[in-house]
């Protein structure tokens, strides 16, 4: 079964590094502030590395290759993405998507079986190596693609993941997966085709636990791994309701019952002494079918406020009076 942490020692390999972040998403990193935080990571025990050509039109994959490429190869697990193709273009804007000082790339949709190809081709390129972990499908889902998601979904069932299989035959991926925040689209998929691993964003969480109905155990009888990114659901379970600046839930500013419902996790928290942010990144890796967490770090200081987080000791309390208030299912497991 495929692992995400090729790592002896399970406590030092729960949680990967996200690479969404050094691809200047909403706010320039600065190069030295990358190679530190990928130099901490690696020092840390992370074996984990995902990244994507949209983060940064290749920014990320660019900084993450230039950190890994030196390290032993089967001692860490590296992953992108294929659903975007990135054209050179002098004149292109360095913003776009969220992303600020990115590469001058335009990108543009292609999910057909040349497309994939040519996608992990390029990223092994940027990246200056020879093999990718697992390629993610990225974002094939209806809130990316509106109207069009049914003949996305179509197209990745027929063509994308066939491709991918191809990519595993040739050695260049070893493992097939989607990347996406909709649990809708995974179950549809999982209904025709045969997925490795997913990297599911946001939709198991202390706010959001969606996913635990149908999709963790589906995944969990299938054999599929997953690597869950948006533990903070991108921002709100990390700043908490009173936090500096826009809360934000899923990507845009947090709506009034995510904030309230985060302000009352927040007093049970206060209660037993447990920082909201443990909490978050703890409460996922208690379900047999998450294999670790993803962790979008800016700098050297967020991912040692990670890895002191998830090693916090929790109360055994806390968990059942999040139950016993109405704010986790009765059915979610939680860590012992």
């Not at 057909?112 to 390129?125: F, I, K, W």
């Not at 209904?191 to 706010?207: F, N």
């Not at 942010?277 to 990670?306: K, S």
Request: net charge neutral; hydrophobic share 45%.
């Amino acid at each position: 079964m495929f692992s995400f942490a090729p790592c002896n020692d399970a406590a030092r390999s729960r949680l990967g590094l996200g690479g969404a972040p050094l691809g200047n998403l909403f706010a320039p990193v600065p190069e030295d502030d990358a190679r530190a935080l990928l130099g901490a990571a690696w020092a840390s025990g992370c074996r984990s590395f995902d990244t994507a050509p949209h983060y940064g039109h290749g920014l990320s994959e660019r900084r993450i290759g230039d950190a890994l490429r030196a390290r032993p190869r089967d001692h860490y697990t590296l992953s992108s993405k294929v659903g975007r193709l990135l054209t050179p273009d002098p004149s292109a804007p360095r913003e776009q998507h969220g992303y600020v000082g990115g590469l001058p790339f335009r990108q543009h949709w292609d999910y057909s079986a040349a497309g994939v190809r040519h996608s992990v081709e390029d990223s092994l390129q940027r990246l200056g190596l020879a093999r990718l972990d697992v390629a993610f499908v990225h974002d094939c889902d209806a809130a990316t693609h509106g109207a069009g998601a049914d003949a996305v979904r179509r197209q990745v069932i027929d063509e994308t993941l066939p491709a991918i299989d191809a990519l595993k035959r040739d050695g260049l991926v070893r493992a097939v997966g989607l990347g996406v925040n909709d649990v809708r689209v995974v179950l549809d998929v999982l209904r025709e085709a045969e997925l490795d691993v997913l990297l599911l964003a946001g939709r198991y969480s202390l706010l959001d636990h969606s996913a635990l109905p149908d999709l963790l155990p589906l995944c969990a009888a299938r054999g599929v791994r997953i690597a869950l990114g948006g533990a903070f659901n991108s921002g709100l379970l990390a700043t908490g309701a009173r936090g500096a600046g826009v809360a934000r839930f899923n990507y845009a500013p947090a709506a009034r019952e995510w904030v309230e419902r985060t302000a009352r996790i927040e007093a049970v928290c206060e209660r037993h002494g447990v920082p909201l942010r443990a909490a978050a990144l703890q409460f996922p890796l208690a379900h047999p079918a998450i294999d670790i967490v993803m962790v979008g770090a800016r700098n050297t200081a967020e991912w040692q406020d990670a890895l002191a987080m998830v090693n916090h000791p929790i109360p055994a309390a806390y968990w059942h009076d999040l139950r016993a208030a109405g704010l986790l299912p009765a059915d979610a497991p939680t860590p012992t």
